[in-house]
């Protein structure tokens, strides 16, 4: 199905399913363990041995020798791969570093070695004896250090500049010039990457734990110097990802190797250090912003310039993607710079861009308003724009970022906060409000699905859509409902499998609205074969209550449906819609925060999300995404810090221990408000994206809420509360 004119009436406007909060479908096998999620798939494949990968203990050199001898002795090891022995390796598209290093070394932790043995422990202890000689070379892995240095890239891209930026910013009655850093930071998933592979004769069978199932298939296939379609990967259920599963990874292309060695199934299980230091992760970016404007808060200039550090040959984080959209002003500025780290590999993680991004473009917003005396919501509905502010002929699909701001103050209490910095207390505490605006871009690319009706009335779906955690089952299953005119215990949903037909994949906030809308092309093709086998007008046909009526006549569906069954398959394909318009989805995040007059310690005591996002399919899964997003935002805000070893190059808190991350027990309070609001632009299903709008903009209103608590202007994350207590009001 081709998408290249605005959707109009279709049967998802019916909303019975759609639109509704449905409880998750795939709620009870998580809440009894019984979800089968990668590493525990002891039901796939008989006589599975265990893999441990051994990393790298520099960050850069090569490896001189491996001495595996009494690592060979060690009872039940099976067979031991590096580099040496694992045959000719290719390289992805989507990774920087190769994944089984040797003799270069690229990074700290990078895999080595697996060894496979015939139970963990014996895996472990076995990989504790493989001695390495290394040959350490110097490596650079302080951003500050090289960011002077740092030079326009290719791989950075283009700067952009409309009209007279320095003239413009230079002549500015009221000018703001500041620097803001934003760390390294990590996935944290639950479920670390893991993965079970096992050969039958040349095909090659992965049960693993990744959000884009086709990117990876593709990858491991390249990797291991094999055709495409002898690989078969499957991946129902996602502990988490949050972008650090995207990718093929070490644990799959290990667990293949490994199994080929030892001629048995193997699974591999990444170690929680690894996660920080092996996979990839979210890059420190250091941004300077300048906002010039008039005495009454028109904004006739703003600049956002942004330096970030990865791997030789990989890409900057794009932290200054939401400035070229977000604010009017007619002289604009953007640039990015990327510098070589021999750090882990950075790469997509929630939100990329925007998510750093808006912690620096926000708290420059905040400080501006403070500097023009003008309430910070008042400031960002001066300047909102309906066009894109680059290219003037080009509107927004939809843009309720005023209406989200308005509303989110109202329903805050916002005109109760004093604008007086460090007055009101409550207690030993300093209490402050803050705000932020949310934009995210909504990205569409193309989906595929397929659509089966039994002689039993049930519809099912395959897709290769993956769920990890957002509730992709759910909703995907109300959409065929929707369109077939089924009850939702009528609807089966297959996901996260290669055989299937190849979806969007969950990344980018483009999962939910991208998957349904290619199963609403194979249901529009469903219904006309189901109509035709009816014998009714595809045209006039109506789907309702599990049967299909036209002309006065109405057959069940299992009626329709005959004994053989029918099957539909389609993709939906965007056109240029999205050159047209400029499609985004906006909200506004309110935040109260407590703060000891003492010792400064930070509590958030009240949150609230208001969000423009198109349809919203299921009330109740989004709003679960949205308050998950905010809460991983505190923690950007207030905690969360990959420290850097700078002389030896490695990322020293890799644990969950010493890199903490909030839970919603530390919130008290946490409101979410969707907008009543369709994009007939976006899709069929009218729908946009959420989960990442909900954590765009959240550390910005947490730093600004503590601003109004204390008076404390801290521009470099996380802000702890060393970086306040010198700067503290008198007690």
């Known amino acids: 199905m081709k998408f290249d004119t605005p959707a109009t009436t279709n049967p998802i406007d019916q909303l019975k399913v759609v639109g509704k909060p449905v409880d998750r479908i795939d709620g009870p096998l998580k809440t009894t363990g019984t979800a089968p999620y990668a590493y525990e798939r002891h039901d796939v494949v008989p006589n599975q041995a265990y893999g441990h990968v051994i990393g790298s203990a520099i960050a850069k050199g090569r490896i001189a020798s491996i001495d595996l001898t009494d690592a060979r002795r060690v009872p039940g090891v099976l067979a031991i791969v590096t580099a040496d022995n694992a045959g000719k390796l290719g390289k992805g598209d989507y990774n920087t570093a190769t994944l089984l290093g040797g003799p270069e070394v690229e990074h700290y932790h990078q895999a080595i070695a697996l060894v496979v043995a015939e139970s963990f422990e014996q895996a472990r202890a076995a990989a504790g004896l493989v001695r390495v000689d290394y040959v350490r070379a110097e490596g650079v892995f302080d951003l500050a250090a090289i960011k002077d240095g740092m030079e326009p890239s290719e791989a950075a891209g283009a700067d952009s500049e409309v009209g007279d930026f320095a003239g413009a910013f230079a002549s500015a009655p009221v000018q703001l010039d500041a620097t803001y850093t934003t760390p390294d930071q990590t996935h944290a998933m639950m479920e670390p990457p893991a993965s079970i592979a096992a050969w039958r004769g040349d095909r090659l069978i992965v049960w693993t734990s990744n959000q884009m199932i086709d990117w990876t298939v593709g990858d491991l296939a390249k990797t291991l110097g094999i055709p495409k379609d002898r690989v078969t990967l499957a991946s129902p259920f996602i502990g988490g990802g949050f972008g650090g599963k995207?990718?093929?990874?070490?644990?799959?292309?290990?667990?293949?190797?490994?199994?080929?060695?030892?001629?048995?199934?193997?699974?591999?299980?990444?170690?929680?250090?690894?996660?920080?230091?092996?996979?990839?992760?979210?890059?420190?970016?250091?941004?300077?912003?300048?906002?010039?404007?008039?005495p009454d808060g028109r904004i006739t200039a703003i600049g956002h310039e942004s330096w970030s550090g990865n791997l030789e040959g990989g890409k900057p984080e794009n932290a200054i993607q939401q400035t070229r959209l977000l604010y009017a002003g007619a002289n604009r500025l953007t640039g990015k710079r990327l510098g070589v780290l021999d750090l882990p590999e950075g790469n997509a993680m929630r939100a990329p861009g925007e998510t750093p991004g808006l912690m620096a473009l926000e708290i420059a917003m905040d400080e501006m308003a403070h500097k023009l005396g003008i309430d910070p919501v008042e400031f960002r509905i001066l300047n909102d724009t309906q066009v894109d502010p680059e290219k003037a002929n080009r509107p927004?699909?939809?843009?309720?970022?005023?209406?989200?701001?308005?509303?989110?103050?109202?329903?805050?209490?916002?005109?109760?906060?004093?604008?007086?910095?460090?007055?009101?207390?409550?207690?030993?505490?300093?209490?402050?409000?803050?705000?932020?605006?949310?934009?995210?871009?909504?990205?569409?690319?193309?989906?595929?699905?397929?659509?089966?009706?039994?002689?039993?009335g049930i519809v099912t779906v395959e897709t290769d859509m993956t769920d990890i955690g957002t509730g992709s089952y759910t909703i995907i299953a109300q959409t065929a409902a929707e369109m077939i005119g089924v009850t939702l215990d009528k609807v089966v949903v297959r996901l996260g499998d290669s055989n299937f037909p190849v979806s969007a994949g969950s990344g980018g906030q483009w999962g939910a609205n991208c998957s349904t809308a290619g199963v609403y092309a194979a249901c529009v093709k469903l219904r006309e074969a189901v109509a035709r086998n009816a014998g009714l007008n595809p045209v006039e046909a109506a789907f309702s209550d599990g049967r299909v009526s036209a002309a006065g006549r109405s057959v069940t569906l299992a009626e329709a449906a005959d004994g053989a069954g029918i099957v539909a398959e389609d993709v939906i394909e965007f056109g240029d819609l999205a050159k047209k318009y400029q499609q985004s989805t906006f909200g506004a995040h309110y935040v109260e925060v407590g703060v000891d007059v003492a010792t400064a310690e930070i509590r958030v005591r009240r949150m609230l999300a208001v969000c423009a996002a198109g349809r919203i399919l299921n009330p109740k899964s989004a709003r679960s995404q949205v308050i998950g997003a905010m809460t991983m935002g505190v923690g950007a805000a207030l905690m969360e810090d990959l420290v850097v070893d700078k002389r030896h190059g490695f990322f020293i808190n890799h644990d969950l221990a010493s890199y903490e991350v909030p839970v919603h027990a530390d919130i008290p309070s946490q409101e979410v408000i969707f907008l009543d609001e369709t994009d007939p632009i976006s899709s069929p299903m009218k729908a946009k994206g959420v989960g990442e709008l909900g954590l765009c903009g959240v550390g910005a209103a947490v730093a600004n809420a503590i601003h109004n608590a204390t008076g404390v202007r801290v521009r470099d994350y996380p802000v702890t509360l060393d970086k306040l207590l010198a700067g503290m009001p008198e007690v």
């Open 396 to 456: 927004f699909s939809q843009r309720q970022l005023v209406e989200c701001l308005r509303l989110g103050a109202d329903k805050f209490g916002w005109n109760k906060r004093d604008r007086r910095t460090g007055q009101t207390r409550d207690g030993r505490w300093l209490v402050g409000q803050g705000v932020a605006a949310a934009f995210r871009n909504n990205q569409v690319t193309e989906s595929a699905a397929r659509v089966r009706l039994d002689n039993q």
């Open 246 to 294: 995207l990718f093929l990874r070490a644990d799959t292309v290990l667990a293949a190797l490994g199994a080929r060695a030892a001629g048995r199934p193997v699974k591999v299980a990444l170690t929680r250090p690894m996660v920080a230091n092996n996979t990839t992760h979210r890059p420190a970016t250091i941004q300077r912003i300048r906002i010039g404007a008039t």
